[in-house]
């Protein structure tokens, strides 16, 4: 039987199908602005038995086909557990939220905390501040080499404020190295304050298109003194996490 | 509504075509979140009406009791004893303060980053939306958060009617003085205005109203202890709404009749859900009508509530007044006691509450609390910490709401609470 599991995020919809003998297959798009027929290219182009539904869009296709659906917290759980069988943690930063997630050994959701109502350091605010300081998004992850970032500091998560911020420190001069690693600090010091509330165990896996930013893995790496598990395809976990529901 | 009601909102001085547009809103937002339920208990249908006429024949009635000179007084708070006010032959009524409405017009004199309650009747009253503002002869606040307290400065400029009761922040010996010194200068302003004295037996049968109307709304709430819930958790938060604007005596006669009827349900062993569906309790701050976001979203992702750990809720009916008093002096001390029993997140310690948490969710079989704050709402925020390690204690899942009365943050909500219901979920 091939099982499928379509996550709808605020970016991209990313749709998982797994067969009997574990073989994955992953695809995704952006969601724009009509997601239900991205939906049905990508479900489409790989037809399967069973589907369920996660992703902040997931009642769309709840609601237009009885599908069922589960939420991306417990599927991005799910998914990292498949993945990562010792994995206790995940944290997820997707296009417009945050989370870290707290598991029992046997998988289950033990806790979770999310960000707030706005989508303060996530990949959205990632994607403006690349923009701002001349970056493609892919690269600005390689691009935080500057200096110590003590010295200088982004105290505003708002998108809006935070450009704003980022605008004047590039006019004091300062490198955008060093204002890129100053950013990415941000982030994870409020990542890691939401972690701190679900009590990080054994293995944490970092999920979401946010993984591929190679400075916020190193930067989590030395916060939390281990190692962070990152899958090659990131923002592949809740999806699988469905299709296995 | 039966019939048109224009020429007394005008009288009261309502700004009618906003008030029309009101009215459109909550018709609609009724229907879709209350008509649209199943399996209600017909004894709902009074409630229903209930709420199809509160700005209308409600109304009238308190324009009625005004022309035989009785009082009316508005309340925001369960520390106005009600006893008190129906010993002068006045009526007590919760005043409007659930909706978001006039915020533009509020913010021109409380800060916007103030909780939704207050700017809510901020905002009925300068957008002159609340009939029960206009109506009331005296407007009793009190001092059980900063913002309140002195939002009512402001009240009181705009509506001049205002009487605040100072509730005190803690619970000695000396604090219990001060409050029923409070609740004794309270009950000679009410003598003053309405020029009626409290007399002894009006007082014991005003305690047995009330009285009367805290039993039956723990039966009620009794009641949604069993599984499957015979009610749903919209349905008891609504009755638990109307306890505070209807006439009392009436309230508890048709709390009791919807009782018999949901006592009949569980002998037949149904319910408003099936038998195993993940139980909720919420505990926090207060949901005035029409604030029905959060029940909304928690029935809405097939689960149901089973307790409010609230204001409108546990904390308006847990405690009996003690009616063994031989004089009216002794009666009011038994009131000014029996009121410093609520466990209000003003006072410090206040750990009583903790406890009443823990009793509550087991003897209503809850699987997970959602401890739910007003944004801003700074003393129940802070206890959340305390009622999050309790929970914990007793393992007990929990999670932390904080929001007002927008629908802005309904997607963030709604996957939040349904990844915890995922969690509880047996």
Redesign the interface.
């Known amino acids: 039987m091939k099982r499928g599991g379509i996550d709808i995020g605020s970016r991209f919809i990313k749709y998982v199908v797994i067969t009997d003998d574990k073989d994955i297959s992953f695809s995704k798009a952006e969601t724009g602005h009509d997601p239900l027929s991205v939906c049905e290219q990508l479900i489409g182009d790989n037809k399967a038995d069973k589907l369920v539904a996660t992703g902040?869009g997931r009642h769309l296709l709840e609601v237009r086909d009885n599908v069922q659906t589960?939420?991306?917290?417990?599927a991005v759980a799910r998914g990292a557990k498949e993945i990562f069988p010792r994995c206790r943690t995940v944290i997820d930063i997707g296009g417009q939220?945050t989370k870290v997630i707290g598991m029992e050994r046997d998988g289950?959701?033990?806790a979770?905390e999310?960000n707030d109502?706005c989508a303060a350091g996530t990949g959205r605010f990632l994607e403006i501040m690349a923009k701002a300081l001349g970056y493609d998004i892919n690269s600005l992850g390689a691009n935080c080499n500057g200096d110590d970032v003590s010295a200088i500091s982004i105290n505003s998560m708002c998108a809006v404020f935070a450009e704003s911020e980022v605008i004047s420190l590039i006019n004091r001069g300062i490198k955008r190295e060093t204002i890129s690693r100053s950013l990415h600090s941000s982030i994870v010091y409020r990542v890691t304050a939401l972690a701190r509330r679900v009590e990080v165990s054994e293995d944490i896996v970092f999920a979401g298109g946010c993984a591929r930013n190679q400075c916020l893995v190193n930067m989590f790496q030395d916060h939390f003194q281990r190692d962070i598990l990152v899958h090659d395809h990131p923002d592949m976990l809740a999806a699988l996490g469905a299709a296995l529901h | 509504m039966s019939k048109d009601y224009k020429g007394m909102w005008n009288d009261l001085g309502l700004n009618i075509d906003a008030h029309d547009g009101l009215l459109a809103v909550l018709t609609d937002a009724y229907k879709g979140i209350y008509l649209s339920q199943k399996g209600r208990p017909k004894g709902m249908d009074y409630f229903d009406f209930v709420i199809s006429e509160v700005h209308g024949l409600r109304i009238e009635e308190l324009i009625n009791a005004k022309e035989g000179h009785r009082k009316i007084i508005g309340t925001f708070c369960i520390f106005v004893p009600e006893e008190l006010i129906l010993a002068v032959d006045g009526v007590c009524i919760g005043l409007c303060s659930g909706a978001e409405v006039g915020s533009d017009q509020s913010e021109t004199h409380i800060p916007r980053n103030t909780c939704a309650l207050i700017k809510s009747f901020m905002g009925f009253k300068l957008s002159g939306l609340c009939p029960y503002v206009e109506s009331a002869d005296l407007i009793v606040g009190e001092t059980t958060c900063d913002g309140k307290k002195k939002a009512y400065e402001t009240f009181a400029a705009l509506t001049g009617k205002v009487y605040v009761m100072e509730v005190p922040n803690k619970k000695s010996d000396h604090d219990m003085e001060l409050w029923q010194a409070e609740v004794r200068k309270f009950a000679n302003k009410l003598q003053e205005i309405t020029s009626k004295k409290i007399e002894l037996e009006k007082l014991k049968e005003a305690v047995k109203i009330v009285n009367n109307k805290r039993l039956a709304l723990q039966r009620l709430s009794r009641l949604r202890g069993n599984d499957p819930a015979p009610i749903s958790g919209l349905d008891a938060l609504l009755v638990n709404q109307i306890s505070f604007f209807d006439d009392p005596v009436r309230f508890t006669a048709k709390v009791n009749e919807l009782c018999d009827e949901l006592d009949q349900r569980v002998r037949d062993n149904t319910g408003v859900v099936v038998a195993g569906t993940p139980r909720v309790m919420i505990a926090g701050s207060p949901m005035a009508i029409p604030n029905w976001k959060l029940h909304a979203i928690i029935e809405g992702a097939n689960a149901v509530v089973v307790a409010e750990e609230a204001c409108v809720g546990e904390r308006n009916y847990r405690t009996l007044l003690d009616d063994n008093f031989t004089s009216v002096e002794e009666g009011i001390d038994k009131i000014a006691q029996r009121y410093l029993t609520i466990d209000c997140a003003c006072f410090t310690p206040n750990n009583e509450r903790l406890d009443n948490i823990i009793a509550m969710a087991r003897a209503l079989k809850a699987d997970g609390i959602i401890h739910y704050a007003l944004l801003f709402c700074t003393i129940y925020m802070m206890e959340s910490y305390k009622v999050q390690n309790v929970t914990k204690a007793n393992d007990i899942p929990f999670l932390r709401i904080e929001t007002d009365y927008s629908m802005e943050d309904m997607g963030q909500l709604k996957t939040r609470i349904e990844a915890f219901l995922e969690m509880i979920g047996r």
């Open positions: 902040y589960i939420t991306e917290i417990k939220d289950r959701v033990r979770f999310c109502r």
